[in-house]
Structures are given as structure tokens and as C-alpha cells.
């Protein structure tokens, strides 16, 4: 049975891909086939890491054979592998090359990076850099802690904006429509009793949030998970990233975490906006 954190990151990413799916019927630019090419794989997973025919069959909403031709066609490509005994489909090494083009050619991490690695050395504690991506976050890049003991989290997960630290503050430096907009379009869940999950209170944090010039989370995604985080402004003030670092509840209080992290965190967010501001 797959780790709490695992099932609630695949949860998260479930209602993601549902979004994802949502495109519009009539555009008559829309290729469908690269569509549903895409579709196949983003249904693997944490928890699907390999299907049958018929799982992908039945996952993708494909019949069987759409199925056959999408999955031989991106196992020639090399972004599937097809276990030749068991006949069974796994994403292969070549699908993280996407990834890593993303995160080389992108200008923010790029920038971030010796930021990220002095906060990393000078803390030990887990230090993140995420993007906002709608009414998510994504993690571009991670420093982990030997505290750490939550690995589940790693380059490319997504989670909420409106229950973690980073996406709060990115959230709290939004004009107030756009903001709301985005909490409104938000899993408004408890994902632990900490939760904080409805619009009224979340725009509370954020005016907090917005005055401080970080935001913090405690425990609302994971439990006694504490994060603090600021946001990366580029030259328009527009938030484009954040960084947040994360400890846990059985060696801080939140108190403590605000005290030693918040002018951490700000002042590596402002260093890197500086940096920003030029692209």
C-alpha cells in the first residue's frame, strides 16, 4: 500500500489531469491524436507505474486498438518501455528528457540555483524552489534535508497553491481578483485537520501574508510538515516563483520556523528577483 503521501499527491494529481482534459472541442487547431498520445502518458504515475493494454485501455479512455498504436508508436519513440515478458508498460529514461531541457532553458531556476545551494549549506534544512502553474504549484528544484524523512516529494510534483507556504505567497502577491479567481478554482479541501480551506480565511492569510512579505503553512498538505516561503517577483512585480524551506514538527515550532526562516527566505526570494527583473 503506497505511503500516505503518495496517495495524496496522486489524489491532487488526478483532479489536475481532469483539468487538463478539458479542451475545447471545437478548436480546430487541436491535434487529437497528440492529444490522446499525452494522455497515455500522463496516466503513469506513483501509483501506476506500469499498465497492461487493457489498464491503459481503460485508464486513457482509448479502445484497444487506439491503444495498441499510441503505445507501440511511443515505445519506438523511446518514452515507453514494453516489458517483453509480462507485456507490461513503464515510462522509460528517455521521458526525463523533458524535464531536464525544461529546467536547463529555464531562466528563474537557472538564476535560483546558487541561491538555493547557499540556503541549503547555511540552514541544512530542505530548501525548495516552485513555480505557480494555475492554481497549483511545481516543484522545478529541491535541496533535501538529512532530516527530511517525507521523500515523496520530488522535481515535478504539483500540489495546491491555496495549502502550501510557496503558493501562498505567490498567491498573496497577485491582484486581489486574480487571486480569488484562482482560489475559486482551487481543491478546496482538507487534506490534514490543519487545512485551512475556505475562501473567507485564505484571504486573510494572504492580506497577512501580503503585509509580512512570506507566507506560512503548518501542516495543511502533510502532517507536521512547517514551511515558510517568499515569492520571486520579476520586473513587473509579478510573482514567478517562490522559495520556501520546509522542517519538521518534531524539531521546531512554528514559531521557532517563522523566527529563524522568514528572513532567510525573503532575503534569498529578493536576491533572486533582483535577477529576474532582467529577463
Do not use: C, W
Given at each position: 500500500m503506497p505511503p500516505q503521501g503518495v496517495e495524496t499527491i496522486a489524489k491532487v494529481r488526478?483532479?489536475?489531469?481532469?483539468?487538463?482534459?478539458?479542451?475545447?472541442?471545437?478548436d480546430p487547431l487541436m491535434v487529437r491524436s497528440v492529444e490522446k498520445a499525452f494522455r497515455v502518458l500522463e496516466a503513469f504515475d506513483g501509483t501506476n507505474r506500469?499498465?497492461?493494454?487493457a489498464q491503459i485501455c481503460a485508464s486513457v479512455g482509448l479502445?484497444?486498438?487506439?491503444?495498441?498504436?499510441?503505445?507501440?508508436?511511443?515505445?519506438?519513440?523511446?518514452?515507453?518501455?514494453?516489458?517483453?515478458v509480462t507485456k507490461r508498460f513503464e515510462l522509460s529514461l528517455r521521458?526525463?528528457?523533458?524535464?531536464?531541457?525544461?529546467?536547463?532553458?529555464?531562466?528563474?531556476?537557472?538564476?535560483?540555483?546558487?541561491?538555493?545551494?547557499h540556503?541549503?549549506?547555511?540552514?541544512?534544512?530542505?530548501?525548495?524552489?516552485?513555480l505557480p502553474d494555475g492554481p497549483e504549484i511545481v516543484f522545478a528544484a529541491r535541496f533535501m534535508s538529512r532530516h527530511m524523512l517525507n521523500t515523496d516529494v520530488v522535481v515535478g510534483t504539483r500540489m495546491p497553491a491555496f495549502c502550501t507556504a510557496p503558493g501562498k505567497a505567490i498567491l498573496s502577491c497577485l491582484p486581489g481578483e486574480e487571486a480569488l479567481s484562482l482560489l475559486?478554482?482551487?481543491?478546496?479541501?482538507?487534506?490534514?485537520?490543519?487545512?485551512?480551506?475556505?475562501?473567507?480565511?485564505?484571504?486573510?492569510?494572504?492580506e497577512t501574508a501580503r503585509e509580512a512579505g512570506y507566507a506560512t503553512a503548518w501542516?495543511?498538505?502533510?502532517?507536521?510538515?512547517?514551511?515558510?516561503a517568499a515569492a520571486v517577483l520579476d520586473g513587473n512585480g509579478r510573482p514567478v516563483?517562490?522559495?520556501?524551506?520546509?522542517?519538521?514538527?518534531?524539531?521546531?515550532?512554528?514559531?521557532?520556523?517563522?523566527?529563524v526562516f522568514a528572513p532567510l527566505v525573503t532575503a534569498a526570494a529578493r536576491s533572486i528577483s533582483q535577477a529576474a527583473s532582467n529577463f
Open positions: 488526478s483532479v489536475s489531469s481532469d483539468e487538463t482534459k478539458r479542451v475545447d472541442s471545437a506500469t499498465f497492461s493494454l479502445d484497444k486498438s487506439a491503444a495498441q498504436r499510441f503505445t507501440h508508436t511511443l515505445n519506438k519513440l523511446g518514452y515507453l518501455h514494453k516489458d517483453p521521458s526525463l528528457e523533458m524535464a531536464r531541457h525544461f529546467i536547463t532553458a529555464n531562466p528563474i531556476v537557472n538564476q535560483a540555483m546558487p541561491y538555493l545551494l540556503l541549503s549549506r547555511e540552514t541544512e534544512e530542505t530548501v525548495n524552489l516552485t475559486r478554482r482551487s481543491p478546496l479541501q482538507a487534506f490534514t485537520p490543519q487545512t485551512i480551506h475556505t475562501v473567507d480565511e485564505l484571504l486573510l492569510q494572504l501542516g495543511e498538505f502533510f502532517p507536521g510538515d512547517l514551511s515558510v516563483a517562490a522559495v520556501n524551506i520546509g522542517v519538521a514538527s518534531a524539531r521546531y515550532t512554528p514559531e521557532k520556523a517563522e523566527d
